[in-house]
């Protein structure tokens, strides 16, 4: 059965956003910011309101989002500028376009974002459970060319989740745009772009969803693009299987399987057969430590697609070459070992001859021998005829 479209709410959905009319701090047809009319409600959340308007200039619908009063804080404006201000620096079909910042005759602060329509990957799933690998694979070239161009701006987004990635049903899967990555809200610039938005993100503090976190997010170190790498490894594990890699009983037990359990296999988590080439792009996307993962979204991207056009996967031929490398160790083991017990036998025979064979006899010996050869020569028959002649007087 087919779902009605849903109209995309904001970047914060997956936190609990509810479409309602009660308790709405703006009603339609109010003007906020001067020249956006509100047309309704799209959704609420613990920290704000999100409104579908019309831009009255230019007549044409956005979604409008702004903080709930009694949320308004100096940190969650300057998240909320913050949002803004990574969004703005993202100029790319595959990531949400922010259109307008600005603040209401309330000082609060409004972001205005373009309207999409379509369902996020996180309600896709809850449909579906898991995706096939044609489906996955086209849907995620789009999310690596998007966060690659995101890493190449210096802004990791720290929170990619399938609620957070935007599947548009106006648009043919595969092709470009056809996804929208979304919510900037936790994002951080790199440290090489620093600044005041920096500074928000300090070392230390924990931000993110934990089923996807990567082992140093959940250690709350510093983290880079290749933290984003990890999570997209995660999300593209249970969009395959059905369940991301590592599920706790909580969240603290989760963020501590990220950092010290092995995730198993997409085939032994689905009970089906997946491509080597597959498992090989997953494995090295969720490695442990950062410098044994793919080192850029956009080498991600090349991957999945020879994968798709039946190409040559680098990371499969990396595992395949490490695997024979490890066999020939495993044949060349018992040798080296059996080798190395006959140099020591060899060796021991050597010293044997050298201490033993080759030493002179002794004095001792030499005394014992002569003194044997002189009682022969006196016990001789013709010497005993000479002892038995009677003396001559």
């Known amino acids: 059965m ?6 995309y709410m904001s970047p914060h959905t997956h936190i609990g956003f509810q479409a309602s009319g009660v308790g709405d701090e703006y009603r339609q047809g109010d003007m906020l910011g001067g020249r956006y009319q509100v047309v309704s409600t799209l959704g609420r959340g613990g920290m704000g309101v999100v409104y579908r308007v019309k831009q009255v200039f230019l007549d044409k619908e956005f979604a409008l989002k702004t903080i709930s009063k009694q949320c308004l804080t100096e ?7 913050q949002e803004a201000l ?6 790319h079909a595959n990531v949400i376009m922010v259109n307008d910042f600005g603040l ?21 799933l809850r449909l579906r459970t898991r995706l ?48 929208k990555i979304v919510d900037f809200g936790i994002a951080k610039y790199s440290a090489r772009e620093g600044g005041e938005v920096q500074a928000l993100t300090r070392t230390g503090e924990i931000f993110g969803s934990p089923l996807y976190m990567s082992p140093e997010q959940c250690q ?11 999570s997209l ?73 020879a994968l798709k056009n039946g190409g040559t996967v680098k990371a499969a031929r990396t595992q395949e070459k490490a695997k024979r490398e490890q066999e020939k160790i495993s044949i060349a083991k018992p040798t080296f070992i059996a080798l190395l017990f006959l140099a020591v036998a060899i060796s021991a025979l050597i010293s044997y001859f050298a201490v033993y064979a080759l030493t002179p006899v002794a004095p001792r010996k030499v005394i ?8 022969q020569s006196e016990n001789s028959p013709a010497k005993n005829a000479e002892q038995e002649q009677p003396r001559q007087e």
């Open 233 to 305: 490894g995660c999300v593209i594990f249970e969009t395959l299987t059905g369940s991301p890699p590592f599920v706790g009983e909580n969240a603290l037990i989760t963020m501590m399987m990220h950092q010290t359990e092995t995730a198993p296999s997409l085939s032994d988590a689905a009970g089906k057969d997946f491509p080597k080439q597959l498992e090989a792009i997953v494995a090295k996307m969720i490695a442990k430590q950062p410098h044994q993962r793919y080192q850029s979204l956009g080498e991600v991207a090349l991957e999945l697609g």
């Open 220 to 230: 709350g170190g510093s983290v880079d693009h290749r933290s984003d790498i990890y």
């Open 132 to 179: 096939s690998v044609d489906e996955a694979t086209d849907l995620f070239i789009q999310v690596c060319f998007g966060m690659a161009y995101a890493h190449e701006k210096g802004i990791v987004h720290r929170d990619i989740k399938p609620n957070n990635i935007m599947i548009l049903q106006d648009r043919p899967p595969g092709t470009e745009g056809s996804v």
């Open 86 to 91: 990574t969004s703005f620096a993202i100029d």
């Open 2 to 7: 087919s779902q009605p479209k849903q109209d």
């Open 104 to 124: 209401l005759d309330d000082d609060t602060p409004f972001l205005v974002m373009e309207l999409l329509d379509g369902e996020t990957l996180g309600d896709r």
């Open 75 to 81: 940190t969650s404006i300057r998240r909320f500028q």
């Open 368 to 375: 014992q021998v002569r003194e044997s050869a002189i009682t």
